[in-house]
Each structure stands twice: as C-alpha cells, then as structure tokens.
C-alpha cells in the first residue's frame, strides 16, 4: 500500500457523459499527478497540482480538468467522454513539485470504461 | 523532452533464468531515473531508483540496475527470477530542476514460467 487513495477503482458510463475521479496523496506530499495507461499509449502524464496550484500540463485534452483542494486531494473531472477515453488513470504524490530528486507513489488507479 | 526506450515487449523465461530489461532514454542533461513493476491488477509500486553516487542501484525483491551515463541507459537486472516475478515492468525517467513529471516506456511484460 503506497499511502495513495483513488476512487472510485471502477467507473463504467456513457458516451457524451462526466465523470470525476478522486485522489488522495499521501501523508505530508504536497504534489499530485495524474497520469493515463491505455494500451495504445502506454503511461501519459496529464497534469500535476503543487499545494493547489497548478504546475505543470502534459497531453492533457481540453475536455479535462483537475483541482487540487486545500486538504491537497485532488479531483480530475472527464467531460463528453467519448469511447477513446476509456483507460485506467492513475494518480500519483510526492513530497516536492520540482527541482530536487523526488519520488512519485502511485495508488491503485481507477478503470474508466465508457460505452 | 524526455522520450524513454524499452524494448522486447514480451519477454518469457522459466523460473531460476536471469532477467536483463534495457532502458534507454534521451535527454542531454542530468536525469533523475526510476523502475516500477505492475504486478497483475495493481498499481505501481517503485522497484528502485537513481538520483545520483554509485551507478550500481539496488532495490526491492533482489532487483538491480546500472546507470551508464554514457550509454543514455539504466538497465534492470535479477539473478534468478521467480514466478512472482511476472508483472509488467516500466522505466521512467524525470529531469531534476524542471518540473516533475515522469516519462515512461512502453513497458516490459515479464512472463515466468514456473
């Protein structure tokens, strides 16, 4: 158990539909990322909150979005899903946001199945 | 940005034979460098990593690998792989002094054959 939450671990929903994902980091990280694995691209960064803020983007589509609240869990919320999005995403934490040699723990993901 | 390379996708061996993954990466500056293994239905779990000192890193469950800086590589090594070995293994890689984020590979699927 890395310390990490996620919920839900299954989502199962329609085309056109929205979705958020919950996250937890661990204890006395500040950092969250979330990442996408399908079995077409492989593991993607999409985006990463430092202590609220926003710190850094990857291939993230404009139909998604993610805060991190002040309790430092974080949301990623997946608009008019479309087939193509259906991946499992994980989310990871870290004590820092940049600059020093840090490690990212990982939690269990959530499988998001959209027919 | 950094691009990561891991090749033989699907790699199968019986128990007791030696494991060698290759990763290679690109980018022109100081690299901080990871392993992760994905056992079947879980998450990653960090098997070992690099930031800096001796090349030679040694991590859980008898897992090793060697940085070799000039080679742009951080290959992953066991002795003896067991049948509990069998997850889909990753590099990844992340740049000090810039942001976080990881850059991974594709991914090796280790199968152990018992």
């Known amino acids: 158990d890395s310390g990490v939450t996620q919920t839900p671990k299954h989502l199962i929903t329609a085309t056109g539909q929205r979705v958020t994902l919950r996250c937890s980091p661990r204890?006395?990280?500040?950092?969250v990322y979330w990442y996408q694995q399908s079995l077409d691209q492989g593991l993607q960064f999409l985006i990463q909150?430092?202590?609220?803020?926003?710190?850094a983007k990857g291939n993230i589509l404009e139909r998604f979005s993610a805060q991190q609240f002040p309790d430092l869990h974080s949301e990623l919320n997946l608009s008019s899903l479309e087939l193509g999005d259906s991946a499992l995403y994980f989310c990871?934490?870290?004590?820092?946001?940049?600059?020093?040699?840090?490690?990212?723990?990982f939690g269990p993901g959530t499988r998001l199945t959209v027919l | 940005a950094q691009s990561v390379s891991q090749h033989n996708h699907h790699v199968i061996l019986s128990e007791a034979a030696s494991l060698e993954l290759g990763c290679n990466y690109s980018?022109?500056?100081?690299?901080?460098l990871f392993w992760y293994v994905q056992y079947p239905g879980q998450h990653l779990q960090l098997l070992l990593k690099?930031?800096?000192?001796?090349?030679l890193v040694k991590g859980i469950k008898g897992f090793e690998a060697e940085f070799i800086k000039s080679k742009f590589s951080f290959n992953l090594r066991k002795p003896s792989v067991q049948w509990s070995d069998t997850a889909e293994y990753f590099c990844?890689?992340?740049?000090?002094?810039?942001?976080?984020?990881?850059?991974f590979g594709k991914g090796n699927q280790v199968v152990v054959i018992p």
């Open positions: 980018y022109g500056g100081t690299v901080n």
């Open positions: 990844a890689v992340n740049a000090p002094g810039g942001n976080n984020r990881l850059a």
């Open positions: 690099y930031f800096s000192g001796d090349p």
């Open positions: 204890s006395g990280d500040l950092s």
């Open positions: 909150y430092y202590n609220g803020e926003e710190r």
């Open positions: 990871a934490s870290s004590v820092a946001g940049q600059g020093i040699a840090d490690t990212q723990y």
